[in-house]
């Protein structure tokens, strides 16, 4: 499985961006099999949970700080997650990363989502700087 994200660049305050996340792989691999998350890590910091949504796309979490701003959701037929990110802020500026969980975790927990540990396989992130 591979997971490529793209969608980052360089925005004002109080722009919008959307991070896509492609996954690839064998041609058995089922995408709606796979729970997704995204997570972020600006530089000298610790990798952080932003959001992540249910192999079943029934259920998301957000970080506090991006509630109400950042909108998770996913395309199973483009095998594809999206991070619309709206109201973009300094704090916001990092490089962003997908992961992806296999075998429909029905017995995970939003917990487990937000745990980067959980994640079986990573993209190489996209970089998001917001500028004042």
């Known amino acids: 499985v591979q997971l490529q994200a793209s969608g980052g660049g360089l925005v004002q305050v109080g722009d919008s961006l959307r991070l896509s996340c492609s996954l690839s792989g064998r041609p058995e691999t089922v995408f709606s099999y796979y729970g997704m998350g995204w997570f972020r890590q600006a530089p000298g910091e610790e990798r952080e949970f932003v959001a992540a949504i249910t192999w079943s796309g029934g259920t998301t979490a957000y970080e506090d700080s991006v509630k109400g701003r950042f909108t998770i959701s996913r395309d199973n037929a483009k095998y594809t997650v999206y991070l619309q990110m709206n109201n973009l802020r300094p704090e916001d500026t990092a490089i962003y990363s997908c992961?992806?969980?296999?075998?429909?975790?029905?017995?995970?927990?939003?917990?487990?989502?937000?745990?980067?540990?959980?994640?079986?396989?990573w993209g190489q992130g996209t970089q998001v700087t917001v500028s004042s």
């Open positions: 992961a992806a969980k296999g075998g429909r975790p029905f017995y995970a927990g939003m917990g487990d989502y937000m745990n980067d540990h959980w994640y079986e396989f």
